[in-house]
């Protein structure tokens, strides 16, 4: 076969029964369900059952995409998790998804690049696939980001949610598939938005009501974040690196049928549409249901718009990322 690209045969999702809503968390710190509303969009969030970890949720993500891809897992010749809550430091995320799923022919690792995770992880998929367009990938983004938020602190706590998202990927010789990327990282503002390296074995049953009666997190243990820097950031670089690419690859914004955004913040989203002169409609979200879950909250919302019949074969599709790091990126797509 003739080098080519990678592109998306099958997306999976999963998400944890438990739902928090703004009026629970009212019990919690000192919120509202109107500020929340107001200002970040969300109305709920999943969070992890006892003992729920993020390479099960990965796992059962990863089935889901398998299944609607007609891959079997032990035809994955990779798996690239992108996630910076993995129950373990080693082994990775990936080995434990590998095992879990039977994927035995598979080599298996972690992408560490917070919210941009998924997107970094699909970066790579497709450089292999380009060389090597046989193969079968398996990219997931999974997060248990309630484990690491401080239930104190009403500046974080009411943003997380936990979910994971996976895509299988093989290589395309025809015009669907990736068509252009475009990855940046600025580690000088690392302080914006930071968690310390504490990941949790076990993850404890999260009883936020105790947890922040408690106050039981470690010093350095929950999210850092400076809001509103990292609010004006997103916005910035996120319209910056659209702006680019598109200018780039001679794509009109006219020509994009869907948004697939990281799922952070609707103003941010809607700054974002504002910034780019894109009406809303194309923007994809999902926040209001399932709040932040960093690098899985782009392949759960992806693979909604696929199962709801919202992505049509021959859409091109954007996919735009920022977290932490920064870390940041965009992604065009033929569906
Ligand atoms: O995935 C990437 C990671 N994170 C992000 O992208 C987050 C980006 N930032 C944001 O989404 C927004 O900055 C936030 C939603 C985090 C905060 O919104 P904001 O409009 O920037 O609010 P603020 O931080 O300026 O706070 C405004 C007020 C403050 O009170 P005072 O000082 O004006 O009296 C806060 O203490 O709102 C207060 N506040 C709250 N009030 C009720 C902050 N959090 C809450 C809360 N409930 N949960």
Known sequence: MTAGRGTIIGTGSYLPERILTNRDLEQVVNTSDEWIKTRTGIRSRRIAGAGEVTSQMASRAAVEALAMAGVTAAQLDMIIVGTITAEMVMPSCACLVQKEIGAENAFAFDVSAACSGFVYALEIADRYLKNAPEMKILVIGAETLSARVDWQDRNTCVLFGDGAGACVLTGSTTEEGLLASQLYSDGRLWQLLSLDARPRRYCPAVDYGVAAAQNNMPEGAAFSMAGKDVFKH??????????????????????????????????????????????????????????????????????????????????????????????????LWRW
């Open 234 to 331: 997103a916005v910035r670089e996120m319209g910056d690196a659209v702006v680019n690419l598109l200018d780039r690859e001679g794509v009109s914004l006219d020509d994009i049928d869907l948004v697939v955004p990281h799922q952070a913040n609707i103003r941010i989203l809607k700054s974002l549409a504002e910034r780019l002169d894109l009406s809303f409609k194309k923007v994809y979200t999902t926040i209001q249901k399932y709040g932040n879950s960093s690098a899985a909250s782009l392949p759960v919302a992806l693979d909604e718009a696929n199962r709801e019949g919202r992505l049509q074969k021959g859409d091109l599709l954007l996919f735009s990322v920022f977290g932490g790091g920064f870390t940041w990126g965009v992604m």
